[in-house]
């Protein structure tokens, strides 16, 4: 199959379900993309500044624009079940050496259906059809739940800042971790203007100014805003006698969970379980019934797909089930298809003039001629 001839496979798929086709803007403001991009695509944007001096971005998926136009058309009083589809073309700079920077995303995005684990099942079928009308055979697959971390720490009781820091590490790759080594200390003194200012912009003004003091230059994929907020959750967290014993030793088991797909319901469960965190079943099941429900679509799929917890940070709007599928001659970096739960975006992106759930996915047609060995 040509390039061609896969995109019009993929495309057919979602078509044939009834979504509306879409092809929305291209060009973005930084902003929406900078802050909803985790740190591993945020570092691959394609930034620019147009004739006023505004840092613009190439879109690096459809799920950031189509969201947004839905976002608009219900903050104008739009509602119902909506489901768009695509295929067009989104921009990154590589994930590895043999990426194209411009490529074909074909996928679908669903607004305002009922979030369960039917319908999350229901996708990754979708996407999984999409696949197997391309003729490709799928090598491993790895999905994760983005709202089992923050349902644990939430079962933890922890102060208030505490667990705000954990939601807010958990975001950042190895966030966690870090936080978790060791107890927070306290922070430098030359830091503490940066505590004790009175609001956050004046509080990234005195960050600013200790770089430069320092002699430290500003680089790296993390903003301004987020290591502030970082800084002072941490001084805040510290001050409130750091995460408590039994919270680290939950947490940590939950940082370990990678498992058979199939399995991972009963893992979390014993977790939640070892750590008396009884508040945590509604959220374990959903991951059970899912997989149930996943396995009666899609025969197969149990061998070789694995659960971690810990997966699916490269878009921060993704609040919930996660997924990737992987093919041959292809880097763990390089997915042939991927989707995801986000059923805060559209709160998030219209300010709180409207919500939807939200869920979708996609397939990338270079890559899979790639994963069959053959060439554009
Ligand atoms: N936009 C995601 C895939 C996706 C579509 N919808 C939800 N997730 C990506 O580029 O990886």
Not at 130 to 135: I, K, L, M
Not at 150 to 162: E, H, Q, S, Y
Not at 190 to 205: F, G, M, R, T
Not at 274 to 288: N, T
Request: with cysteine; aromatic share 6%; proline share 5%.
């Amino acid at each position: 199959m040509t390039h061609d001839a896969l995109v019009a496979a993929a495309r057919g798929v979602f078509e044939a379900t009834g979504a509306e086709r879409v092809d929305p803007a291209y060009i973005l403001p930084s902003d929406i993309p900078l802050e909803l991009s985790g740190e591993a695509v945020r570092a691959r944007l394609c930034v620019f500044s147009d004739h006023r001096g505004n840092e613009m971005v190439m879109r690096p998926d459809l799920t950031l624009p189509v969201a947004g136009q839905e976002a608009e058309r219900r903050a104008a009083g739009g509602d119902g079940a909506k489901a768009y589809t695509y295929a067009a073309r989104a921009f990154r700079l590589p994930a590895a050496e043999n990426d194209p920077m411009e490529f074909t995303q074909v996928g679908f995005e669903w607004f305002g259906k009922d979030s369960s684990a039917d319908s999350d099942a229901e996708a990754f079928a979708l996407v999984r059809e999409a696949v197997a009308a391309c003729d490709v055979t799928p090598a491993a697959t790895e999905m994760g739940d983005l709202s089992i971390f923050p349902a644990f720490v939430d079962a933890l009781g922890l102060a208030r800042i505490t667990t705000d820091l954990l939601k807010r590490a958990f975001r950042q790759e190895g966030g966690v971790s870090d936080l978790l080594a060791a107890a927070p200390e306290a922070l430098a003194d030359d830091l503490q203007p940066v505590l004790e200012a009175p609001s956050s912009k004046e509080a990234e003004a005195a960050f600013l100014n200790v770089l430069s003091e320092r002699g430290i230059p500003m680089i790296g994929t993390r903003s301004v805003v987020e290591i502030v907020a970082g800084l002072r959750g941490k001084a805040a967290v510290h001050a409130a006698g750091g995460v408590p014993e039994a919270a680290r030793a939950a947490l940590s088991d939950l940082a370990g969970v990678n498992c058979p797909a199939g399995e991972a319901a009963h893992v979390l469960g014993a977790i939640a379980g070892k750590h008396g965190l009884d508040r945590m079943s509604s959220a374990i099941e959903r991951v059970a019934k899912r997989m149930d429900a996943i396995l009666a679509a899609v025969p197969g799929v149990a061998t070789g797909a694995r659960f971690r917890s810990g997966f699916g940070r490269r878009f921060t709007y993704y609040d919930g089930f996660v997924f990737e599928t992987f093919g041959q001659n292809l880097t763990s970096r390089q997915p042939i298809a991927s989707g995801g739960r986000y059923d805060g975006l559209i709160e998030g992106l219209s300010r709180s003039r409207a919500a939807a759930s939200g869920i979708g996915g996609v397939v990338r047609p270079d890559r899979i001629l790639r994963a069959k060995g053959e060439t554009a």
